[in-house]
């Protein structure tokens, strides 16, 4: 569920809304073409540091003083990896979560290793915890457990989970405690639970990622994956890769700070200060 703030009053959104289709003939080349030139350009331009997971280090955002400061904390929705040990090097408090490990959790220096799951549903009542080889936890849960209200960092790559995923990140507005995104696509199929026909499924993928501009992330990075099946939706559509990985760096307090040194100073006649 997303709470929307209008004119002090709260509406509750239950799913996501769908942006309208890409041409009135509801086909999947249109609908592949606008997304897939969506994911590929970037809408800021910022400073990128490592592979192809690239960190946006640009000094106008938050990441880079809070490394410098020790203050940062990563989340990563996957085992750990070489992008998650240089930032654990580089003194952030890092939290990978594995359901494979044998014990429930793992420490080595700035690094935690968690057998939890992350889902995008409740835990199923009907499974007795003890058969589950691992819990299983919505982000929101997780965060809460842990006391963490804030993530600089989440990379999000569960192999065709992600849409799902972000779909509840959205609706229960995870995404406010989270600095950046850094999220693996992959497209060769629709994904878990995501239902209809091959445009509708485009569709659906492309209202995520304009849900993620709404809360004021822009994509700064955007990697196509050379060495992956050019499939799309089971089909070889363009020789389009079947994987991207995508940086979304949240922007609202730095656009909120140009908007207001644009009204003071380039809009200084129409600026009145108390």
């Not at 289709?21 to 609908?31: D, I, K, S, V």
């Not at 507005?173 to 950046?180: P, Y």
């Not at 700064?220 to 990985?245: A, E, G, I, Q, V």
Request: hydrophobic share 40%; charged share 25%; aromatic share 12%.
């Amino acid at each position: 569920m997303r709470q929307v703030t209008f004119a002090k009053r709260k509406i509750y959104i239950w799913k996501i809304w769908l942006e309208p289709w890409a041409a009135e003939t509801r086909g999947l080349q249109e609908e592949a073409d606008r997304f897939l030139r969506y994911i590929s350009t970037p809408q800021v331009q910022a400073q990128q540091h490592h592979g192809s997971w690239l960190l946006c280090l640009d000094r106008r955002f938050s990441l880079a003083q809070r490394i410098v400061s020790k203050h940062c904390r990563v989340y990563s929705l996957r085992s750990d990896d070489a992008l998650e040990r240089l930032l654990a090097g580089s003194g952030c408090e890092v939290h990978c979560f594995d359901p494979s490990i044998r014990r429930a959790h793992l420490q080595e220096d700035n690094m935690w290793l968690h057998r939890l799951s992350v889902d995008w549903r409740d835990p199923n009542p009907a499974v007795p915890i003890q058969r589950l080889h691992s819990g299983s936890k919505k982000l929101a849960a997780i965060l809460s457990h842990f006391g963490h209200r804030q993530v600089d960092v989440l990379k999000v790559d569960l192999e065709s989970a992600e849409w799902k995923i972000l779909e509840n990140l959205i609706l229960e507005q995870v995404l406010d405690s989270v600095g950046l995104l850094l999220l693996e696509l992959h497209l060769q199929w629709a994904g878990f639970e995501v239902g209809g026909d091959e445009p509708s499924v485009v569709r659906y993928w492309f209202s995520l990622l304009r849900e993620l501009e709404r809360a004021h992330f822009r994509l700064y990075h955007s990697y196509s994956d050379p060495s992956k099946p050019r499939l799309f939706l089971h089909r070889n559509l363009r020789n389009t890769s079947s994987s991207f990985t995508l940086g979304w760096e949240f922007t609202h307090f730095w656009e909120n700070l140009h908007n207001w040194w644009l009204t003071k100073y380039f809009f200084a006649p129409l600026y009145i200060e108390n």
